[in-house]
């Protein structure tokens, strides 16, 4: 037993399941390990869970398993005498063929297996500290809100595929085929033939509503008159019409769950105690601002030093050597949505930082590929987040390219931004 021997009173690994959830029970100064199965539902878990609160008289208990979010894990965090330690599958997966190379398994072998990494290697698992409920918040709604702006561009596809097959004029009309517009024009004239036999002033008095300019209303209705049908396949227009009513209102439904994200997201942003710090940031802008936050929360324990965010979220390669072999690739066990959010901060920010952009186009001459060298972009910028971060501190751009000059010995480019306001210049701020 390692030096948890003395914290705990109890500790227990999880196999969790859909339903019911293995347990491998171990308890101070009792040799045998107890094994059991407990109902996923609030009721056993309360049942279970309290009961050890009772039994050992609400001294602590580390419970592993192998989940770091999602049903039972938020379940169990409500249990102030537990001590939860996420396993990640790898861990748990590479450990398993490390005593059955053959691939055998079962839910309480796992159980058994969780609980000794628990008891024999705690040191490598670290409990579970979640961050404040408005940064927590935050986190879910970024992720949400990623989802369902992939859930409308597949949807803008399939769209876009119907109406190719049987009314492709209506994608020449209009902006995006996700707008309000596009979607109440197909739910009120679904086919060409259905247009047509529209009066003209119904159909310019719609586009009007919509707030078109009457050269747009003009050329849309001269469109119509020449619009000849794509097809009259009766197969094809009928489904297509079903399909298009169908995507048409689950765009509708997305775009009114994405602008409720945004709100909530805007609010919970400017509130937020970090907002001074990645609000400096140059490409943080609306949408990129709230997932930096998220990416590093309020807890300044959380991570070390820049190494271990450049690790955690897949942005720091990895190097593996074998004898005279070495290889460098990048990370392929990571938070893919973190390592998504650096990614595209990273790219966004050399459009309008020079020593950003600078440093890409580095990359690109030695040989990189586009992703590369936003990568090496964002391994750079990482740092500079975790400090200021860390300092509490924003980001300071005239700052930063004076330190990267005395590094370098070479001076950055600097442009000198300056705003004339009655008649009088001054100076606007300085972007390198």
Known sequence: ??????????????????????????????????????????????????????RFSGRRVAVALEQSRGALIFVLSKYEHLVLFPV??????HFRKSFYPSGSKSDPGDAALILELLCKHSERLRPFQPDTVETRTLQFLVEARRDAVDDRTRYMNRLTAQLKAFFPQVLTWFGRVDSAITGEFLLKWPTLDH????????????LK?????????????ASIQQAVPALRDQAVLETGQ???????????ALREAIAEQDA?????????????????????????????????GTDRERYRNASDIQRYSGIAPVTETSGTQRWVHWRWACPKFLRQTFQEWAWFTTRNCQWARAHYDRQRDRGASHQAAVR??????????????????????????????????KPQPVKILLKTESGFTRLAGISA
């Open 264 to 296: 909530r997201i805007d609010v919970l942003v400017k509130a937020h105690p970090c907002y001074r710090i990645f609000s400096s940031f140059p490409g943080a802008g609306a949408a990129m601002l709230p997932r930096l936050i998220a990416a590093f």
């Open 195 to 206: 247009l047509k036999r529209a009066r003209p002033k119904t159909v310019a008095q719609f």
């Open 242 to 252: 079903l399909i298009v009513k169908q995507l048409v209102g689950q765009l509708a």
């Open 88 to 93: 990640h599958p790898n861990t748990l997966d």
């Open 1 to 54: 037993m390692n030096q948890t021997e003395n914290e705990f009173v109890a500790w227990i690994g999880i196999d969790w399941a859909d339903k019911k959830h293995a347990w491998a029970m171990r308890i101070q100064d009792e040799p045998p390990i107890q094994f059991g199965e407990l109902e996923h539902t609030p009721e056993a878990i309360e049942t279970f869970f309290a009961g050890l609160a009772a």
């Open 376 to 409: 090496s972009l964002a391994f750079k910028w990482i740092r500079i987040l975790f400090r200021c971060w860390k300092d509490d501190a924003p980001y300071d751009e005239a700052r930063y390219v004076s330190s990267l000059n005395r590094r370098t010995g």
């Open 209 to 221: 509503d919509h707030r078109l300019s009457d050269e747009s209303v003009a050329e849309i209705q």
